[in-house]
């Protein structure tokens, strides 16, 4: 079975401090890791997938097999990054099926 | 183009009631998933369409069921309405639906049972 945990349901920094939101999933294969986001009062949108290995808005996360993880980061975060933010897991042969993990509302302080 | 639309926004319905979302994809996408959200059980997936047909199906009761027109387009059923019911109901839209990567999301349907 396929499980994705994000251990910090609330995360608050300061504006300019790093900020990282946790993610470990279980899986026996090799799936697919997105992170997604949740603006207030703005539906979900994909924030990055970790086969792209991109930066958007200045958020990078890493997929480490050997620890199960995709832990999001950012190095000086934002007011504007507060969100909530969402880990999900894709596997090869779920098409577009998700499984999410339970979400962490991240705040940050000006 | 637009994006993914869910009428109603917001439903409260009474226990034992049925309820019926619905679910326009954006133009030209063929699959449509939903997905419940709610505070203790986060986003669960509820079932996938593609072309007409029921292609994936997640872990929940029979009085949730689904199905999709010619257009594409996609509605929820959920009979006999259980307090526990009471979540925001989002759809996602994808072209073919074969990665996760390409669903775009509604704004997603509020529905509370009283």
């Known amino acids: 079975a396929q499980r994705v945990t994000q251990p910090e349901k609330l995360l608050s920094v300061f504006k300019g401090a790093p900020v990282e939101l946790k993610c470990n999933y279980s899986?026996?294969?090799?799936?697919?890791l997105f992170w997604y986001v949740q603006y207030s009062r703005q539906r979900l949108q994909l924030l990055l997938r970790h086969i792209s290995r991109e930066s958007i808005k200045g958020f990078t996360a890493d997929l480490n097999k050997g620890e199960t993880s995709f832990h999001l980061k950012k190095p000086f975060a934002q007011e504007e990054d507060s969100a909530m933010y969402y880990c999900a897991l894709s596997s090869p042969t779920s098409g577009s099926r998700l499984t999410f993990g339970e979400g962490t509302q991240l705040t940050v302080n000006p | 183009k637009a994006g993914v639309t869910q009428t109603p926004r917001y439903l409260i319905k009474t226990r034992g009631q049925q309820v019926t979302l619905s679910c326009s994809p954006i133009?030209?996408?063929?699959?449509v998933s939903w997905y419940q959200q709610t505070p203790g059980q986060g986003l669960q997936f509820l079932f996938e369409?593609?072309?007409?047909?029921?292609?994936n199906k997640g872990n929940f009761p029979g009085r949730f069921s689904g199905r999709q027109f010619s257009n594409s387009r996609s509605e929820m059923n959920v009979s006999t309405l259980e307090l526990g019911d009471s979540a925001l109901y989002l759809c996602a839209s994808s072209f073919a639906g074969l990665s996760a990567a390409e669903a775009f999301f509604g704004q997603g349907t509020r529905l509370t049972v009283v």
């Open positions: 133009s030209g996408h063929r699959s």
């Open positions: 899986y026996s294969g090799s799936p697919e």
């Open positions: 369409y593609f072309s007409e047909t029921q292609r």
